[in-house]
């Protein structure tokens, strides 16, 4: 039987103090930063991916178990062996795992943790759903179910659905936290290059006097520079 216990030692293994300590500075553990506390391993992405791929057959009790750990590493493999069965499953399955997934998001607890799960399960699996649920994250004090929230709508995005999307984003245009003004402004972006210019275009001139500047400058990333300069000057 795969265990969580297995892919941790796995994962301390792999792992480097040089990379722990750059993770480290990288995802804000310092005190009162948004990852203060996080523990790292020092284990690259593409590493764990290869772990995942590798224990792809664990149970969600096991994925349950790793998902709880303190190391960063060992919650986001957690969450790439989730995506991956996921893909793999059935729809009753799907709908399961979606279930698991909404019921241990405290311990989704970082940006990377959402970016690469959100979209691939949750946002997956709601484009055949209803999606009240991610109207509900969006009202959440925890950050990073808020930002699960918008994330999810990527997968919307790419099916050529939008309504979700701006709407989420309208929403969380009043967050104070710059990684929801981040990531509001990468799905805005990401309407304008997969969906619609025009769309997007409307949007910002409805919004852009009270959007945060960072959400704004990540929205018109793909704009011309005339036109990064015109809403940027608004």
């Given at each position: 039987m795969l265990t969580a216990t297995q892919i941790e030692k796995t994962l301390k293994k792999l792992g480097s103090a040089e990379k722990a300590k750059a993770s480290a500075w990288y995802f804000k553990t310092g005190e009162g930063q948004y990852g203060h506390g996080d523990i790292f391993a020092g284990v690259t992405v593409p590493e764990q991916r290869k772990v995942a791929k590798e224990y792809k057959e664990i149970s969600l009790e096991e994925i349950g178990k790793l998902l709880k750990n303190k190391i960063h590493e060992c919650r986001l493999t957690a969450?790439?062996?989730l995506v991956e069965q996921y893909k793999h499953?059935?729809?009753?399955?799907?709908?399961k795992i979606a279930r698991f997934y909404l019921t241990h998001t405290k311990y989704i607890n970082n940006w990377d943790l959402v970016d690469l799960s959100a979209p691939n399960i949750l946002g997956d699996y709601l484009l055949r759903g209803n999606r009240q649920i991610l109207y509900k994250l969006a009202k959440s004090k925890n950050i990073w179910e808020r930002r699960i929230a918008i994330l999810a709508t990527?997968?919307?995005i790419k099916n050529g659905e939008t309504a979700d999307s701006f709407a989420i984003a309208e929403m969380l245009?009043?967050?104070?936290?710059?990684l929801i003004h981040k990531a509001v402004g990468w799905m805005l972006r990401e309407?304008?290059?997969h969906y619609s210019r025009p769309a997007l275009v409307n949007f910002l001139n409805i919004h852009k006097a009270c959007m945060p500047r960072t959400t704004l400058r990540y929205a018109i990333e793909h704009f011309s520079p005339a036109e990064r300069k015109k809403?940027?000057?608004?």
């Open positions: 969450l790439l062996v499953s059935d729809e009753k399955t799907k709908a990527f997968a919307f245009l009043s967050d104070k936290h710059d309407i304008g290059k809403f940027l000057s608004r």
